[in-house]
């Protein structure tokens, strides 16, 4: 059964930091690439960052450019991102996603795969 359970999420000051965690179970991230989004209430869910699998190059929305990153770790099969001086317009819930697609999926129809999604809350 193919499953993306999302962690790290949480409430942090303006400025803060947290580290969010994607684990795969039933596939292996190592032949997909995989996507960070966002939806916050009242709004379209939105691209984040992604790590592709063959024929793309990490990708990262511009609102969060220069303050996350997302890695992969291929020996635990999971899925980070790392995210520095947060904004209170970083709240949301994130997802992590998975997709077949060779290149740079940015799109939420581009993935096969999606978690339940984790909360993240900056207050100012």
């Known amino acids: 059964q193919v499953r993306l359970v999302e962690s790290g999420g949480g409430l942090v000051q303006s400025g803060g930091s947290l580290r969010l965690s994607c684990a795969a179970s039933?596939?292996?991230?190592?032949?997909?690439?995989v996507g960070w989004f966002r939806q916050a209430p009242g709004k379209e869910r939105e691209f984040v960052a992604n790590f592709p699998w063959v024929g793309g190059s990490i990708s990262y929305a511009d609102s969060v450019k220069g303050r996350f990153t997302i890695s992969k770790d291929f020996a635990e099969n999971t899925v980070s991102l790392q995210m520095n001086s947060l904004k209170p317009e970083d709240t949301a819930i994130y997802y992590c996603?998975?997709?077949?697609?060779?290149?740079?999926?940015?799109?939420?129809?581009?993935?096969?795969?999606w978690g339940q999604g984790t909360q993240v809350t900056v207050s100012s």
């Open positions: 996603a998975a997709s077949r697609r060779a290149g740079t999926p940015t799109r939420p129809h581009e993935f096969d795969y």
């Open positions: 039933g596939f292996t991230f190592s032949t997909y690439a």
